[in-house]
Every structure is written in structure tokens, then in C-alpha cells.
Nanobody
Framework: VQLQASGGGMVQAGGSLRLACAAS????????MGWFRQAPGKEREFVAA????????VYADSVKGRFAISRDNAKNTLYLQMNSLKPEDTAVYYC???????????????WGQGTQVTVSS
């Protein structure tokens, strides 16, 4: 699976952004997908994941209630709607894929390039 993330940018605290991740290669609707982020000087951390059908989602506590992960299997695209953004959400965001929801959370098999999100106070 080849992954291409987009949609990052600069926004003020309280604002919103929507990230997208376009997938190609292996059939998109057979893999679980996820978003991770890495802030400067910190390790990469899990943000959210979604099962192949889109009916099951998992979120990190830090983004629960503010972020929403979704997918459009007809368009081979993964999304992350980010609302009520905070300065601590500033990071490079990566999309990832694996065969199962648990696997994509712990050891993604495929990674996209990152997209920068900067939230100013």
C-alpha cells in the first residue's frame, strides 16, 4: 500500500483542519488505517485508527471528542477531521496501514509521508 497524506497547515487555537490520506496499491478496503503524530523532540504517538469497514474506530485519550477519523473506500481515502485544535496538537501527522485494527495501532506495516500541522496560541 502506498500512502500520501495531505491537508496540513497552520491554524489558530480553536480552529479546525481536515487531513486526508490517499491510498494506492493493495485493495484499500481490506486494511485498517490509522493516524499518528510526532511533535519536535518527542516520540511518534498514536492518534486514531479505523477498521476496514469504517464501523470501528479507536482514539487516543488526548484527541477523543475533538478528532474524528473516517474513510471513503470508494475513493481510497482516509480522513482525520480535527476540531478545537490546541497548540499541543502541533506535530507532523502520518497515516499508516496494517491488516487489522490492533496491528495498525501498535506496529503499522505501511507509512505515508508526514504532513505538518501547526497550531498557534
Amino acid at each position: 500500500v502506498q500512502l500520501q497524506a495531505s491537508g496540513g497547515g497552520m491554524v489558530q487555537a480553536g480552529g479546525s483542519l481536515r487531513l486526508a490520506c490517499a491510498a494506492s496499491g493493495r485493495t484499500f478496503n481490506t486494511v485498517a488505517m490509522g493516524w499518528f503524530r510526532q511533535a519536535p523532540g518527542k516520540e511518534r504517538e498514536f492518534v486514531a485508527a479505523i477498521g476496514w469497514s469504517g464501523t470501528t474506530t479507536v482514539y487516543a485519550d488526548s484527541v477523543k471528542g475533538r478528532f474524528a477519523i473516517s474513510r471513503d473506500n470508494a475513493k481510497n481515502t482516509l480522513y482525520l477531521q480535527m476540531n478545537s485544535l490546541k497548540p499541543e496538537d502541533t506535530a507532523v501527522y502520518y497515516c499508516a496501514a496494517h491488516t487489522t485494527l490492533s496491528a495498525v495501532q501498535s506496529r503499522p506495516q505501511y507509512w505515508g509521508q508526514g504532513t505538518q500541522v501547526t497550531v498557534s496560541s
